[in-house]
């Protein structure tokens, strides 16, 4: 099908929730992909963060293939090796002590949501059910993470919400305020979605041993920060604290659909048989897939990954119309002097993908991307921006 077909079918038949821009992307190498007509572009977007070595990344395919010629899907009523090894991966590599597989990002903050509940339920009975969030957070969109999602703009509509979900700023004494009757804190180390805001480094430790102190349920989202995407296996590193409950996705299992919830030492036991589940949850070709992401995202790689978000962010500064540059590793805000949404359609007709994220561009390139790639996209955004 050429575009204009595909867009006429979308069009006449998708329930119109997206907002797309008028490209069809169909095949690529890496981080340089291919439209329907055949056009070029340098991905800097990842599919959102998702497609972690790129797109056709040969041992990653090989893994998912492999997985596919033995069996696809066999529920979570059996036992299945790939979901044991990932496990296992997932805990020696961060210090969790055992994990939930969910399909999505919102899922993994779903689940990480209901254990804090029952956590605080079975110590100290009822009347502290509360879940606490940031402004300006970007949660999911299931009802549950849409409340604690601190952004007005996501709640229109679709009240009544899930109750004792509050959102506050970032600092402590608005914490303060609201820990009374409170199981939770949710955090992203890096709000994404709202305009790649890295939190304050005191703040997060502050809030660390606040919640340690009230025996609150310290959650960190890192489903769009984890995955070496910061040059970190998981943001949470820089800031030197151990959370009670991580949850990822996007890029965890590669560009499959994929979610994890990862629990610490206090959250360990918190779940029991019959209180959580998922059809999908744990898939084995998902699990194979982030068997091959997460095994090869070796220090050397993160150590790479710094290095070139280094050179990437270095020209970013030197660039004439760029006002910011912000985030951590491959995790870029662009502050710019033109309107973020016009540049992003404006590098688009110039082969070169980009996100916004609000008011700022976002950048989340594969995290093997190439000198040349990242150049090639430089020089892009460098006309688009002067
Ligand atoms: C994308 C995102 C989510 C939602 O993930 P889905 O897979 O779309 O459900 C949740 N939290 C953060 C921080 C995200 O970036």
């Not at 492999?66 to 036992?79: D, E, T």
């Not at 209901?114 to 606490?132: D, L, T, V």
């Not at 804190?185 to 994404?192: A, F, N």
Request: proline share 3%; glycine share 10%; charged share 25%.
């Amino acid at each position: 099908m050429n575009f204009d077909e595909i867009k006429q079918l979308d069009d006449l038949y998708g329930a119109e929730t997206f907002s797309r821009y008028p490209v069809a992307l169909v095949s690529g190498k890496g981080a340089t992909l291919k439209d329907s007509e055949g056009k070029r572009y340098i991905d800097f977007g990842a599919g959102i963060g998702v497609n972690i070595f790129g797109v056709n990344d040969e041992e990653w395919k090989q893994a998912v293939i492999g997985q596919l010629n033995r069996i696809q899907h066999a529920s979570n009523l059996y036992y299945a090796e790939p979901q044991a090894r990932l496990m296992e991966l997932l805990c020696k590599r961060t210090g969790a002590k055992r994990v939930f597989f969910a399909n999505s990002g919102a899922e993994a903050n779903e689940c990480a949501f209901k254990a804090a509940r029952k956590y605080s339920f079975s110590k100290y009975g009822g009347g502290r059910s509360k879940i606490i969030s940031l402004n300006q957070s970007f949660h999911g969109r299931t009802l549950f993470t849409l409340t604690a999602t601190g952004q007005d703009s996501f709640h229109r509509y679709f009240d009544p919400f899930v109750p004792n979900v509050v959102s506050v700023d970032a600092n402590m004494e608005s914490v303060r305020k609201e820990i009374n009757g409170a199981c939770a804190v949710v955090i992203e180390p890096i709000q994404g979605e709202s305009g790649v805001t890295v939190l304050n480094k005191e703040f997060v430790r502050a809030l660390e041993s606040f919640c340690r102190e009230k025996d609150v349920v310290l959650i960190v989202d890192e489903v769009q920060t984890g995955n070496g995407r910061t040059g970190k296996l998981y943001a949470y590193e820089h800031f030197g604290i151990t959370p009670d409950i991580v949850t990822t996705a996007k890029g965890i299992a590669g560009g499959l659909p994929f979610g994890a919830c990862l629990f610490f030492e206090k959250t360990e036991h918190t779940l029991s048989a019959g209180d959580h589940g998922s059809t999908f949850g744990g898939n084995p070709v998902c699990c194979a897939a982030a068997i091959n992401v997460i095994s090869r995202l070796t220090e050397e790689l993160l150590l790479e990954v710094q290095g070139k978000s280094d050179y990437l962010r270095a020209k970013l500064r030197l660039t004439d119309g760029v006002k910011a540059v912000t985030g951590l590793g491959f995790m870029i805000g662009l502050e710019t002097e033109k309107n973020a949404k016009e540049v992003a359609n404006e590098c688009l007709k110039r082969g070169l993908l980009v996100l916004t994220a609000h008011e700022r561009l976002r950048l989340l390139p594969p995290l093997t991307i190439t000198k040349n790639e990242m150049d090639e996209g430089l020089s892009v955004l460098k006309e688009v921006l002067k």
